[in-house]
C-alpha cells in the first residue's frame, strides 16, 4: 500500500476508533447504571453541570433587584395569620397574589375568616400537588372547594437531579392541563407573555436564575401592616406569599429547601426555597430571558463530530510522532477538554444557550484508551492502515497470521475423542 493511499484512509481509522469510543462509552454508562457499588459517580454525574459554575461564580452581582415581583415570608402562622396577611396585601392593590399552599382539608372556625381573605379579589392562585401512578400524572390535589374556586397551578420541583435546574410548564391528565404554578401567575398578570413562553416547543424549561446581591424583595409577615406605607410598591405587581423561615431573624432552616446552582450553603445542605425558585421563574418569563438548548440528540452528534476530528489527529500524530505520543498526548487531551467547557461556558454565558458536553468530555477521556487498544489488535493481526504503517508488515507475515488463524478455528471445531 502506497503512502498516498494510507494517507486517504486516516479518516477511516480514526472513525472506527470513534465509534469504538462510543461503545465503551455506553458499555461503562450502563454498568455505571445499573451496579448500586456505582451509586455515588452515577449520582456525581446526574447532579454535575457546568452551568451551575457560572451562577455560583460569574453571576453579575451589580444585576438590580426585580421590582415586579415581591416575596412575603408566612413563616408558622396559622390560618388566620394568613388570612390576617392577605387582607393587608390587599390594600395595596396587587396584580396578582400568588401563595404557595395547599388547604385540602377544614380544620376548624379559621376557615370561615380565611375563606372571607381569599375571596376578597379575584387576583389570587393557589398552589396544588400533582397526584402520580408509575411517575404519570393521575390529578391533582387541590384547595377544598368550602374556600371557593380558585386558580390553581402546581408546585412540584423536581426531585432528580437533586439541583434544581429546570421545571414543567404544566402537567397534563385526561384532557385537563394544569399549569404550573410560576406560570399560572404569569397568564393572570400578563396573557401575552404567557402565550409567548407557553409556545414554545419543550414542556420542560431550564430556568435562567436572577443574579445580583438580593434578587427579590422579601418581606417578613412581621412587617405586613395597612399603616406600614413602604408597601405601596406592591401596587399592580406580583406578590408570592410562601416559606421563607420561621419568622423574622431566624436561622436558616431546611423546610422547603432545594438545592439550587444560585445559592451555596455553608453546611451543604438545600437553602434554596420553593417560593424563591417560583420568583425565579417568574423574573425570567417577564424578561423574556430564556435559555435554549439542543436537543439530546443533537449533543451526541456534536460530541461524535469534535471525537472524530481529534481522533484525526491523534491517529496522525501516533504514526508520525510516535516518539512524543505518549508524552504529549495526555496534556493535550486534557487542554482539549478544557477549551470545549471554555467555550460552551462562554456560549451559555453570552447568549443564554446551553450545550451539554458531558458525552463529549466523557469520549474525550476515552479515545485515547480505545486507540491504543485498536492499535494493538491491528498489530497482533497484521493489519495492515494507515495506523500501522510503520511496521511495514509482509505478505508473508500477513500469510502466516492468517494460516494460524484458520489453523486455530480448525482445531476448535474438530470433535474430541472420548475415551470409554
Known sequence: MSKKIRKRIVFWDALIISIFTFIAFAFFWAIIDSIDLF??????????????????????DEMPTDTNV????IGHLDRRGIADLVFDIQKFKPAVIGIDAVFADRRGMDDYYLQ????????????????????????IERTNEFFG?????????????????????????????????SMEIVSRYDQELFLEFAKRRDQTELINYRGGKMPFIIFDYEEISDTNSNLSILENKIVLMGYVRMFA??????LDSHFSPLQKSDYGYADAKGIEIHAHIISMILSKDFIDKFPNWTNYLLAFVILLLFTMWLVYYYVHGAKFFDILSKPIQFILIVLVLWGTFMIFSSWGFKINMVPTVLALVLCIEVLYLYEETLELFKIDTYLTQKFNYTKDERKKVLRSIVRFEFLRSKPKRSNK
Open 39 to 60: 451509586n455515588p459517580f452515577d449520582e456525581f454525574i446526574d447532579n454535575f453541570d457546568f452551568t451551575d459554575l457560572y451562577y455560583s461564580e460569574f453571576l453579575n
Open 70 to 73: 415581591f416575596i412575603v415570608n
Open 116 to 139: 372571607q381573605a381569599l375571596n376578597s379579589d379575584d387576583n389570587i392562585v393557589l398552589g396544588g400537588f400533582g397526584i402520580y401512578e408509575n411517575d404519570k400524572a393521575k390529578g
Open 149 to 181: 374556586k380558585h386558580p390553581v397551578g402546581h408546585l412540584e420541583m423536581q426531585a432528580n437531579p437533586k439541583i434544581v435546574r429546570e421545571f414543567d410548564k404544566f402537567i397534563k391528565f385526561g384532557d385537563t392541563i394544569v399549569n404550573s404554578f
Open 249 to 254: 431573624g431566624a436561622p436558616s432552616d431546611t
